[in-house]
C-alpha cells in the first residue's frame, strides 16, 4: 500500500482529520463510541439485540446513521429492482423507460460524517436498472447537479450512446439532458457510471448504479438482491478510502442482517466499483455459492467461497443455507472489512 494512502488512513483512524466539506470526526470515535450499544437500543436497530458480533474498537455497536435524511435505506436498497415503465413496440418488443436524475447531495455515511455526494436519483448506489435481453431500452438523463456528467453502460450498445466525451452527444453540462437508446444485450450482470473527467472522483462521489439483463429463459425463481461495493475518500484527497461499504452506507448489514430462508436459492448480484484501491474480495462463511462471472453463462465457473473482483467487474453468487443461524460475509482485506465493508445473513427457518 502507498505510503500517502497509509498515511491518510492512520490520520482518520487517529481522529485528526477534517476534510472540505466539515468532516471532522474521527474514526476512533466512530467505531469505539462506548454508548453505542446503548444508542442502537434506543433508536431501535438490529444492532441492540446483535451487536454486530464483533468486539473491540472495531465499530459502534447497533449505531446507525439516519436512513430518513439521507433519503434511502440500504436494507431497501437490496431488492430494489427497477423495472421501468413498459410498453410494447410495433414489432412487439417490449420498450422499457427509465429516468435518472444527477442530485448533489449531502449524505451521512457513518454517524456524524456527512460526505457531499454527487448521486443518482438521490442515493448509493445508483437505480439497479432491470429488463430482459432483446428489451429496447430509453433512459432518460437529466443533469440537475452543478457538474458535467454522462452516464455509460457496460453491455453492447452503439458508440452515439457509449456516454464518454467527444463521442455522440458526449458530456451533459448542467441543466441538460439527453436519451439514452439501445436494445438489451447481452444478459449479464452490468453496472453504469458517469465517465467524466476526473473520473475516479465522479465514480468515487457516488455516480453509479446496476444494471441486469436477465436471459429470455429467465433463471431458476430465488431470493434476489443486488450488492454494489465501493468506498468513501471523505478526506476528498484522492488518496485512499478511509471508509468501506456495500450499498450506501459501512456496516448496514451488521445493524440490520439480511433476512433469508433454510433452504431457500439466495442469488447475489455482487458489483465492485470501488475506487482508489485495485481489488475487492467477497468471503462468505460458513458456505459455498457457485459463481457466474459477469453472469453471462448460465453454467458456474466455480464453486468457493471467497472471490475477488477488480474495479467494474462483478458476478452472480448462488447458494443455499442448509442450518439456520448467523452467517457473516465481508471482504477479505480485513481494513476494508474493518472499516464497514462486512454484514450478516440472517437464516430462519
Known amino acids: 500500500m502507498p505510503r500517502s494512502l497509509r498515511s491518510s488512513r492512520r490520520r482518520f483512524l487517529g481522529g485528526a482529520v477534517a476534510g472540505s466539506a466539515g468532516l471532522a470526526l474521527g474514526a476512533r470515535e466512530l467505531l ?21 458480533g464483533v468486539n473491540g474498537p472495531m465499530f459502534a455497536q447497533g449505531a446507525t446513521v439516519d436512513y430518513e435524511a439521507n433519503g434511502f435505506n440500504p436494507t431497501d436498497i437490496l431488492r430494489d429492482f427497477d423495472l421501468g415503465r413498459t ?22 455515511v457513518a454517524p456524524g460524517v456527512v460526505f457531499p455526494a454527487w448521486t443518482l436519483n438521490g442515493r448509493i448506489p445508483g437505480p439497479t436498472l432491470r429488463c430482459t435481453e432483446g428489451d429496447r431500452l430509453r433512459v432518460r438523463f437529466v443533469n440537475a447537479s452543478e457538474h458535467p456528467h454522462t452516464l455509460h453502460f457496460h453491455g453492447i450498445h452503439p458508440a452515439d450512446m457509449d456516454g464518454v466525451p467527444m463521442v455522440g452527444r458526449g458530456v451533459i453540462s448542467p441543466g441538460e439532458e439527453f436519451v439514452y437508446e439501445f436494445d438489451a444485450e447481452p444478459f ?9 473527467g ?5 465514480i468515487a462521489r457516488g455516480m453509479y448504479g446496476t444494471f441486469i439483463i436477465d436471459p429470455k429463459q429467465g433463471r431458476p425463481p430465488a431470493d434476489e438482491m443486488v450488492m454494489v461495493q465501493h468506498g468513501y ?5 484522492a488518496q485512499g478510502n478511509q471508509l468501506y461499504a456495500v450499498n450506501g452506507i459501512p456496516f448496514a448489514y451488521m445493524n440490520e442482517p439480511i433476512r433469508v430462508r433454510v433452504g431457500e436459492l439466495v442469488r447475489v ?3 465492485n466499483i470501488l475506487e482508489y484501491d485495485p481489488i475487492n474480495s467477497f468471503h462468505l462463511h460458513g458456505n459455498f455459492f457457485n459463481y457466474y462471472p459477469t453472469g453471462t453463462s448460465l453454467t458456474p465457473a466455480e464453486l468457493t467461497d471467497t472471490i475477488m473482483q477488480a474495479q467494474g467487474q462483478r458476478g452472480i453468487c448462488e447458494m443455499r443455507f442448509p442450518t439456520e443461524g448467523m452467517f457473516m460475509f465481508h471482504a477479505h482485506k480485513s481494513e476494508f472489512a474493518e472499516l464497514g465493508w462486512m454484514g450478516f445473513f440472517e437464516v430462519t427457518p
Open 198 to 202: 476526473p473520473l475516479a472522483e465522479h
Open 233 to 237: 475518500n471523505t478526506t476528498l484527497d
Open 32 to 52: 469505539q463510541a462506548p454508548s453505542a450499544h446503548a444508542a442502537g437500543a434506543e433508536r431501535g436497530g438490529a444492532g441492540a439485540s446483535h451487536g454486530g
Open 87 to 108: 410498453s410494447t413496440m410495433p414489432d412487439g418488443r417490449t420498450l422499457r423507460e427509465w429516468s435518472i436524475t444527477a442530485v448533489d447531495k449531502e449524505i451521512e
Open 269 to 271: 448480484y455482487l458489483v
Open 188 to 196: 449479464g450482470l452490468h453496472l453504469f457510471h458517469c465517465h467524466v
